[in-house]
Every structure is written in C-alpha cells, then in structure tokens.
C-alpha cells in the first residue's frame, strides 16, 4: 500500500539546504556545537549503566577545554540567548570530571608481579606515589624565585 509520498529529489534537497544556510548564523553554528561537546562530554562520563562502558575522560576533558574555548566567542553577541544554562553544565560537567580524576587517581594500583629486571640498581625501592611538586599542588612556573638553585 503506497501513502503517496515520495523522496524529494536531490535538488529539492539542494534547495532547501540553501534556504536554511540563507537564515543561519555563525552563532547558531556555535551554540550548537557547545551544546553537542557539553552533552557528548555527558555521555563520554559515563555515569549511567547505559554509559558506563562507553566512560572516556580523555574525551571529557577535550569537550570540556573546546566549550571553553567556544563561549568568549559566543558571550560577542550580547543581544544573543542567556548561555547560564550551558555555564551551568559546563561548571557541572567540570566538577564531575575532577571527581573522576581524583578518584582514579586514589585507586589503588594493580600488584605486580615481582619482575627483578624492573627493581632499580642497589636494591633501593622505587618511589611510590606522587612526588613533591604533585603534593604540594601548585604549579610550577619557569622563573619563578622556587626555580632558582639554592646556595
């Protein structure tokens, strides 16, 4: 049974490309794409059992520095739409992502198996954990009066 309805040919389809281009801004474009790094980035947390597989945080982190990157651009239009809501899923996206970080980081490392080869010369012990610099949780800045060499 045929509903009458039939494919619109590649032309139409050409047409009506070209009007949509006539009307769409590079905000919209923008916008649009926050908004699919903002929920892409969601996803890729992987905080759902139907996500959870598909967790990646690489993938977050990069959604998140792009949707940074995008909104001073996007903040131009001052007549354009309120961007709280994308802010607001952006800064929570960020603390989910730090969370993550901070737990995978705490987890304990997998035992070993004891590989002589690996156990460095004179039978010290490697270090474990962070070192100083990572525990002390600042940055280090080139030039800065710690980079100086103590007399």
Request: glycine fraction near 8%.
């Amino acid at each position: 049974m045929s509903t009458g309805a039939t494919q619109p040919t590649e032309d139409e389809l050409r047409a009506a490309l070209e009007e949509q281009m006539r009307h769409i801004t590079a905000f919209d474009v923008i916008a649009q794409t926050a908004i699919s790094l903002v929920n892409l980035a969601g996803r890729r947390l992987g905080l759902s059992d139907d996500t959870r597989a598909e967790r990646d945080l690489n993938q977050v982190r990069d959604a998140i520095d792009a949707t940074r990157a995008l909104l001073p651009v996007l903040e131009r239009d001052p007549q354009g739409p309120s961007l709280a809501p994308l802010r607001d899923a952006l800064s929570g996206l960020q603390m989910e992502y730090a969370r993550l970080v901070q737990a995978a980081a705490n987890e304990p490392a997998e035992p070993q198996a004891a590989d002589p080869a690996a156990a460095p010369a004179g039978g010290e012990s490697a270090p474990s954990g962070p070192g100083p610099a990572q525990r002390s949780g600042r940055l280090w800045v080139p030039g800065s009066p710690t980079d100086r060499p103590r007399q």
